[in-house]
């Protein structure tokens, strides 16, 4: 079978020189053959030598997806089976402890538009091209053959598929299954609705972030005016014996807190009381089953609010925290809304900060690739000038090791999580 060729602009950026996974249109000379969606098309330069190959499809602005850098590779579903083994061999090797992760992350595992997100005995799938989902089943045979799971989920329900002509998809791909399954995160115990949850039902990407917390939520108590000499128990500014074993702890507003997880472990690290606040009351009553489960709940509060409105209320009460986690869904959809999404950006932290006591804690980030790092950081400068207040950075950190980066594709490097001192002005 003759594949079709497209050929590329001689003047072009040279970006699929340098590791970048998607053509665009306009790089484009002309197509030989005829593709049709959803093809193998093979990639050339203007003289015709062979760079890769990838799945065609003339409805999208990625009109081709790389799926090999090799002329000599069939793309079959032999193929498929061994690049999720290897993305799975992947983890294994750099997160041996996890039996809950993610397996294949797109591009970056060289499956371009293919989410693949393990929790125990349960596998969600996301298919987000054409190419895919033209060979579901050979995803789906692979699954089985390699994890044999007690169900497979699939969670195609998002927007940017119809940018690709495709219709959002939802369901069990074969026998239906309970979806809720208890995750094991650094040694805690965390329910997620693989069904119901945000993306496929939890968000892997931050489970190193939410580790870097440990440092930060004891050190508190003299703070608050306690003190401890000697071998006495802990008192505080009036003489009082403080009873509660959590007195070092941190005081914590946790927003966008979803079901719980930076919740979870500010308490597991020894945070005295954290509050969480999420829009979704169905996350709310997550969260709150997780603490319960973790026995964390008698040193948490709930609140299905808008994080929006709760952090200017806050502010307007003159309330503060000792330390406050800013986690929100990602604003910028697109690169038509980035400056509506920095806006956003801004404004939870400009109230964040303001209700980060002296010498506290903001731990802030962002999910939308769209918005680079440096101009995150930018924004987080113009907030804090706004608020009157210093940042210290502690420290700048990016998706879990199981999200994989291609340094030639930004969009892969799109998570940043920063932690900070908030000092006042």
Sequence with gaps: MTIAKAFLKKNR???????????????????????????????????????????????????????????????DQNLFLQKIEQAWKRRQWLVPDATSCRVVH???????????????????VQILSLGVEIRRQWVYDALTQIFNPRG??????????????????EGFVDKPF??????????LRILVDVA???????????????????PLMTGWGARHGIKVE???????????????????????????????????????????????????EKAVEMAKGNALLNGFLHRTEFMAANAFDYLREQVNEKKSWDIVILDPPAFAKNRQSIEGAIR???????QGMKLVRNGGILVT?????????????????????????????????????????????????????????????
């Design 13 to 75: 950026k040279k970006r699929l020189e340098q590791g970048h996974p998607w053509v665009f249109p306009g790089e484009i000379e002309k197509i030989e053959g005829n593709p049709q969606g959803g093809d193998v098309i093979h990639i050339v330069n203007h003289v015709g030598h062979f760079l890769a190959q990838g799945f065609y499809n003339p409805l999208s602005q990625l009109i081709i997806r790389v799926i090999t850098y090799s002329n000599e590779v069939e793309v």
């Design 106 to 124: 797109g591009e970056a595992d060289f499956l371009p538009g293919l989410i693949i997100d393990k929790y125990e005995d349960v596998l969600v």
């Design 152 to 169: 497979i989920y699939e969670r195609s329900d998002v927007p940017v598929r119809r940018l690709e002509g495709l219709q959002e998809r």
């Design 178 to 187: 309970d979806t809720k399954v208890t995750v094991s995160e650094n040694g």
């Design 196 to 214: 119901e949850g945000q993306k496929t039902g939890y968000f892997f990407d931050q489970r190193e972030n939410r580790a870097a917390l440990k």
């Design 230 to 280: 000697g071998d006495t128990l802990p008192v505080d500014a009036k003489g009082k014996t403080v009873k509660n074993p959590f007195w070092d702890g941190a005081e914590v507003l946790d927003c966008f807190s979803h079901t719980g997880s930076f919740m979870l472990h500010s308490c597991l690290y020894g945070a005295k009381k954290v509050t969480c606040v999420d829009i979704s």
């Design 344 to 350: 956003g950006y801004k404004e939870i932290n400009l």
């Design 365 to 425: 980030a962002s999910c939308s690739y769209h918005l680079s790092a440096a101009r995150f950081l930018s924004m987080l400068q113009e907030a804090a000038a706004d608020a009157h207040k210093v940042l210290r950075l502690i420290e700048f950190r990016r998706a879990g090791i199981d999200h994989p980066v291609l340094l030639g594709s930004e969009e892969t490097d799109y998570l940043k999580f920063a932690i900070f001192e908030v000092f006042n002005r």
